[in-house]
């Protein structure tokens, strides 16, 4: 697989924007994909502390503009994670673990979070959706690595902005898809796709996503924009933000769904009904 996911990487940098520094940036992680999979009982932990001194080793000293690579690096790491499979679990924690590495090292502009989420806010362009001509939109699988790769930071506490996971199980799981899947590609694929994606977040987030919705967070919205921002599909009747109705919801929509989508879809939907089942089994345990 590592073979597989480095050949791909090796064509992400011909991309246009993708530049030098990038391009650096993909030839320490395509060692570490290596040498886990030459490895597969090494550490992640280990791999990922290497790959992140690593990166920071490539900003030049003294840093003529210190943000700006920063920033790099955080594009960088966003469209390497939209490279790798969803099913790819190896990998992606190694990038997760790449990504908590960067953030405990001593420069405050690591563990500055605003930048990234604006950064992943300026990829967020779901191709499900039909966007003006001038938006890029990542391919389908792509954008489903992406999005399995930001449920896995939520749900290892790296990175919790709880905007990006709603978004995404609203459009999954309470909009209409067969009025709103669209985008360049068939209705199916985008239905296909929009539920593959909500699963993502349920399959590596549900405890913390019934923690919240447990507390009734969307009690706790006062922002207008917020509002608007959290509130329902045009399925789901509740109030906006996290909150048992809606966490009930989304168990009931992913039966009805199951029989409806494609062969690995449903067994995407099986794991997250089995994550959400097992996220409730644990709060009754503790």
């Not at 920033?71 to 960088?76: K, L, P």
């Not at 399959?203 to 919705?213: D, N």
Request: proline content about 5%; hydrophobic content about 40%; glycine content about 6%.
């Amino acid at each position: 697989m590592a073979k597989q996911l480095n050949d791909d990487l090796d064509t992400l940098m011909d991309e246009e924007g993708f530049d030098d520094f990038q391009e650096k940036m993909v030839r320490v992680l395509q060692s570490a994909f290596t040498a886990l999979s030459e490895n597969p009982v090494a550490s992640i932990a280990e791999q990922a502390a290497r790959v992140a001194s690593g990166l920071q080793d490539l900003i030049p000293d003294p840093k003529p503009d210190e943000l700006g690579y920063f920033e790099n690096v955080w594009h960088g790491l966003i469209k390497i994670a939209s490279r790798i499979p969803h099913t790819d679990d190896q990998s992606h924690m190694l990038l997760v673990k790449t990504f908590q590495a960067l953030r405990a090292s001593e420069s405050p502009l690591w563990k500055e979070l605003v930048t990234f989420s604006g950064i992943l806010r300026d990829h967020w362009v779901d191709p499900t959706w039909e966007w003006h001509p001038e938006h890029e939109c990542l391919k389908l699988d792509q954008w489903l690595n992406l999005n399995s790769f930001v449920a896995r930071l939520h749900g290892s506490g790296a990175f919790t902005r709880n905007s990006f996971p709603l978004w995404q199980l609203i459009a999954g799981l309470e909009d209409d898809l067969a009025a709103n899947a669209k985008g360049d590609c068939s209705p199916a694929e985008a239905a296909d796709n929009r539920v593959a994606v909500a699963c993502e977040y349920l399959i590596h987030t549900s405890p913390a996503m019934l923690e919240e919705s447990l507390m009734e967070t969307g009690d706790l919205i006062v922002n207008e924009e917020m509002r608007r921002s959290y509130a329902g599909g045009v399925l789901f009747s509740g109030g906006p933000g996290f909150s048992s109705e809606r966490w009930g919801f989304w168990k009931r929509r992913l039966g009805e769904l199951q029989p409806t989508v494609s062969t690995g879809v449903a067994l995407s939907v099986d794991r997250a009904l089995r994550s959400m089942k097992a996220a409730a089994t644990a709060l009754v345990e503790k």
